[in-house]
């Protein structure tokens, strides 16, 4: 019996989804469980499996396409079945929010209504409706226009049409590339070629070739300056992160931790086959910290604020094309090893596509630790919702005194992002200090460890 493949709803909030891959063809064998294709939400690309073994028989929703959740975008069955038609009719996309174009304005007090809009009188012929706005603007070309351009690679938009209605005629796309000295251009075949494929208008492409000819490396050049749809994810980074930089007056406390002591502790504890990563220590003081210092782990709206009573710490993870944020809910009940474990499968299923929607959202404080990045100093936007994020760099080996003498220690700075609206700077100060003294404390880690 034929069934349908619906798209899935990851999360609370997730109304909608775009395919981005199919992993499965029309006649493909399917076992459940197999990836039958990537969806791209606004939080993250994730796989989606097959819940029956079959054939997919046909995919009603190609790749590229967004539709909303539970709606069919495939079907299974049996090999040769017939697919019932109305699994068959592609989901209606959804509209956006606000309509294209710009808002009817109603006439000014005492101005003439158009004689269009005007009532028609009794027995009159009615008046045919004026062309939509759209379709006047549209742009008009003939077919063989339209083929001389393709040949040439140039983009006929900015041809002035004679035709009728200003239609781009053929003689109209010669006149512009005489005048535009295209036949003075030298271009190399595959260069052509490329641009054709790729809608490369060669008029803007400067040839770095023997006497300014226009070769194959210039047109991939062009190629990849080529404005490029943002993915949905890095759509909403932008917007998530330009809304919180731009409405959250940020200010920003550094500190060095010197972590000497904990690294050697960390390897001693690595020889014993205890593995823990320098964000597990990390983590571990700042859930300590935030503990001591509520206001950092609140939230305000300019009005009222918002003290979280449990730690649900967020952990910035770099993938493919953005930045998500998996949080470990409930940080403060867990003990060293069980943070350690939960934050790294978190991770890992971050890099494989596989959180949820869910999994990312609800965090009260957030780290992001780019030690492995050989960066000595940075600083973060303080993610919507929080009141502050710690920054992480590098460990460094710097020159130190210790006991008036200039020794080498292993130097790690943190900024701490405040939001000043509700995170005063002596209570940044004490809080990120708090976090090195927790650090530099080798007998609270031999506590917890």
Not at 104 to 126: I, M
Request: net charge neutral; hydrophobic share 45%.
């Amino acid at each position: 019996m034929a069934q349908p493949i619906t798209m899935p709803k990851f999360g609370q909030t997730v109304e909608e989804a775009t395919i981005v891959k199919w992993h499965k063809q029309e006649g493909d064998a399917v076992r459940k469980g197999d990836v039958l294709f990537e969806i791209e939400t606004d939080k993250a690309v994730l796989e989606t499996e097959s819940y029956f073994d079959g054939t997919l028989l046909k995919i009603v929703v190609p790749a590229g396409q967004t539709v909303p959740v539970a709606a069919t975008v495939g079907v299974i069955g049996e090999p040769g079945e017939d697919v019932p038609k109305e699994l068959l009719a592609a989901p209606a996309v959804p509209k956006p929010a606000v309509p294209p174009g710009p808002p009817a304005v109603a006439p000014k007090a005492g101005s003439a209504v158009p004689a269009a809009a005007a009532p028609a009188a009794r027995g009159a012929a009615p008046v045919p409706a004026a062309p939509a706005a759209e379709a006047a603007g549209r742009f008009k070309i003939s077919p063989r226009a339209r083929a001389l351009a393709n040949r040439c690679a140039i983009d006929p938009a900015a041809v002035r049409g004679t035709g009728p209605g200003g239609r781009v005629v053929e003689r109209d796309v010669r006149e512009y590339l005489k005048a535009k000295g295209y036949e003075r251009l030298r271009i190399s075949p595959a260069a052509k070629g490329l641009a054709r494929r790729e809608g490369v208008n060669l008029l803007s492409v400067a040839g770095t070739g023997d006497a300014g000819r226009i070769v194959l490396a210039d047109v991939r050049r062009a190629v990849a300056e080529k404005p490029r749809a943002m993915s949905k994810m890095r759509q909403v980074i932008a917007e998530r992160l330009t809304h919180s930089f731009t409405s959250t007056p940020h200010f920003y406390v550094t500190v060095s931790a010197d972590m000497t002591e904990l690294l050697a502790y960390r390897a001693q504890l690595k020889a014993e086959g205890l593995v823990y990563s320098v964000t597990d220590f990390i983590l571990e003081a700042v859930v300590l910290s935030l503990q001591e210092y509520p206001a950092v782990n609140s939230v305000t709206d300019g009005r009222t604020v918002t003290w979280h009573g449990k730690v649900h710490l967020g952990v910035a993870v770099s993938v493919e094309d953005g930045l998500v944020v998996p949080v470990v809910f409930n940080a403060d009940d867990l003990t060293m090893r069980e943070l350690n474990e939960t934050a790294g499968a978190l991770a890992r299923r971050a890099r494989e596509g596989k959180l949820l929607p869910d999994e990312m959202k609800g965090s009260t404080f957030t780290v992001s630790n780019m030690g492995m990045m050989d960066v000595e100093n940075f600083t973060a936007i303080i993610n919507p919702g929080e009141s502050a994020i710690l920054a992480v760099s590098s460990t460094v080996p710097t020159p130190a005194v210790a006991d008036g003498a200039v020794v080498v220690r292993s130097i790690m700075k943190m900024t701490l992002s405040a939001d000043h609206r509700i995170v005063d700077g002596a209570v940044a100060a004490q809080f990120v200090n708090a976090v090195k003294t927790k650090l530099e404390d080798l007998g609270l880690w031999k506590s917890l460890t």
